[in-house]
């Protein structure tokens, strides 16, 4: 691992909410805002902003923790600013909290957790066994 980040170093990943993002299920619409699944595809992503500066060519990052407290809607057309801030490098582990906001409207708070393993580990991980 390279560039590692301090305890309160701050990743920024804004994204204008589509259409796509909102919440259905199996082709049908449930709810015309932000899903909570969207939100933890994107908290997952702001998290992941750090290891893309912290791997090396042999590897990669691998979720391990999330956790989402959903506090109010996001609407299609909106900005959705999430901010990741790390709490601790421990290892190979990174954990950040997280918060997702439109303006000054705070949509969501969570926590990630990620480590960071070398490709052919992670490669002998992900293979199938019967």
Request: hydrophobic share 40%; proline share 2%; charged share 30%.
């Amino acid at each position: 691992m390279k560039n590692l980040p301090n305890t309160g170093d701050i990743r920024v990943y804004r994204k204008k909410i589509v259409e796509a993002d909102v919440a259905a299920f199996h082709g049908e619409v449930l709810h015309a805002v932000y899903s909570t699944f969207a939100m933890a595809r994107d908290m997952e992503w702001s998290s992941r902003l750090f290891f893309i500066e912290m791997k090396e060519e042999d590897e990669e990052g691998v979720g391990t923790h999330l956790s989402i407290d959903h506090l109010t809607p996001a609407f299609v057309g909106e900005e959705l600013v999430i901010s990741a801030k790390v709490i601790s490098l421990t290892g190979n582990e990174l954990i950040c909290s997280i918060e997702a906001k439109v303006g000054e409207r705070i949509v969501a708070k969570g926590k990630t957790g990620q480590r960071m393993l070398k490709r052919d580990k992670l490669k002998k991980l992900f293979m199938k066994t019967n």
